[in-house]
DNA sequence: CTAATAGTGTCTATTAGACAGTATGTT
DNA sequence: AACATACTGTCTAATAGACACTATTAG
């Protein structure tokens, strides 16, 4: 091996084909939620979490439906500003919430050639989305949800057209609960991208009792009711009013609106509190 | 832009050169715990964080401390696989407790080329090694660690050498606590790899207190006494004996052994209860 | 009036915090 | 005996769970 006598020396030397190079993309997980409204005009509509999904027109995986996603342009791009490129396309919006998932490596995850995948998660209430969506693209609401025996069953809709798929969950560490994703039954998501929506959903899970982050799903004027039937959509359980009430007491501020012309009595909204 | 018919032939005819490429490596901030011994032979000796440093010994960086860490063979390796490789050869260990951190990518972060690289952080006993280390690599035990007005200051020592480096936290997303790392002060330790420290150090104070991380770095049989002492020095505050135990209780499991000839009343020593 | 949800008061059960006290080894 | 830590009992404070009750609207 030559030797150099400092730092400058060697940089000028250096052979940036030394080691194997690869490509990079970020795929977005966005996420929000959706009302299912109800014939009955009294009773509220049911929530349910939503993501964004858009429909590949080239190979691979040609016609299948898959994360936003974009390779990285490792010339002048970080993973972060890459996420940010591809979401204000999807959306139109720059203000998201955005959180780094993890980064998904399997060899043979892309068919075309090694490609290293960070994903990342997004929030956003949909209503404030006021441009169309592209033309490829389709939010699917999750309507259904389980996990029996370790095996999560996942099922999305959107107005056309109903997407099944169901991963199979193996513990590999039991000190802190990490477990290994298999893709047991997928016949219309691209790539890996179930796995990626399953971990980002259950981040969005882990996360919603210690931090703040459903508020980023929340519009800016929401009755409790509302937050609670977020809360008990993401966590999958029903809660109890007067408990919810007191534990998000402090985290929310009350506003002198109202929502009226429910069929029963009004609800006062409120709004998050930034203290 | 050329058609294709199907999947198959897309792919023969694929392009790699299509995208730009990078090279991705894998670092591991390998974290135990030590004791500092108290010249009085009643005291107990009190417990510090350590993490594994290799002193590099060519450009760039040259004599600079880093973390574990090798480019990944895109060819035929997993991140995993290549954090266990790392460890293999470090540690002479297969089975640590690996995770992964976060995916650390500034576009400045190595001199060489774009280099992004997918921290891992590795738990162990390290009176587990009973190899000696490599001749490079060297036990620190972190003497100081303090936040002060968003700035966290970092002193670490081996035995022959004092470490010191201080990093900036900003607070870019105020529903999560997510908070951005800026170097302020560091002339020993390579690349990006205080954030990497920090940034590490920060996710098992996390974890401690909703898994059971902890015993990652224990020995197989330890006392009370010594498991809160090392939750206090990742917690960085003292605990309740009391308060502890009652915690802890349904973790661990009484044995019949005892730890004497410490010149007090003697601990009951207990393991870990895989449940 | 009725159906439906909004919102609150209060009792109970569980968990966390604090402190004082007893136990038991080494020198 | 003196010191130092191990370990426990118990009181109190805070938090969580459960349920019953009142309030208010559209139709």
Not at 167 to 181: A, D, G, M, V
Request: hydrophobic share 35%; net charge positive.
């Amino acid at each position: 091996m030559k030797k150099y006598n400092n730092e400058k020396e060697f940089l000028e030397n250096y052979d940036v084909t030394k080691f194997d190079r690869l490509s990079m993309t970020t795929d977005i997980l966005l996420v929000s939620v959706s009302n299912k409204d109800s014939i009955n005009y009294r009773k509220t509509s049911k929530k349910m979490i939503s993501i964004l999904l858009v429909k590949r027109d080239e190979f691979p995986f040609k016609d299948k439906w898959c994360l936003p996603g974009g390779f990285l342009n490792p010339k002048k791009e970080t993973l972060d500003e890459c996420a940010k490129r591809v979401l204000k396309k999807e959306t139109n919006l720059s203000n998201i919430y955005l959180e780094q998932l993890y980064t998904f490596d399997d060899i043979d995850r892309d068919p075309r050639t090694r490609v290293v995948s960070s994903a990342y998660v997004a929030l956003v209430d949909k209503n404030k989305l006021i441009y169309e969506l592209n033309k490829n693209a389709s939010w699917f609401d999750i309507t259904e949800f389980k996990e029996i025996d370790n095996i999560v069953y996942i099922t999305m809709n959107n107005n056309n057209e109903t997407i099944h798929f169901s991963i199979k969950k193996t513990l590999i560490q039991k000190t802190t609960n990490q477990y290994s994703f298999l893709i047991l039954k997928n016949e219309s998501i691209a790539f890996d991208h179930p796995k990626v929506i399953l971990s980002g959903i259950e981040r969005i899970r882990n996360k919603i009792n210690y931090t703040d982050i459903v508020f980023n799903m929340m519009p800016k004027y929401f009755s409790l009711s509302e937050l609670q039937a977020v809360y008990e959509v993401i966590l999958g359980e029903k809660l109890l009013a007067p408990a919810f009430r007191r534990i998000i007491a402090n985290k929310v501020e009350k506003t002198d609106k109202m929502l009226t012309g429910k069929g029963h009595r009004p609800s006062v909204l409120f709004k998050y509190k930034e203290t």
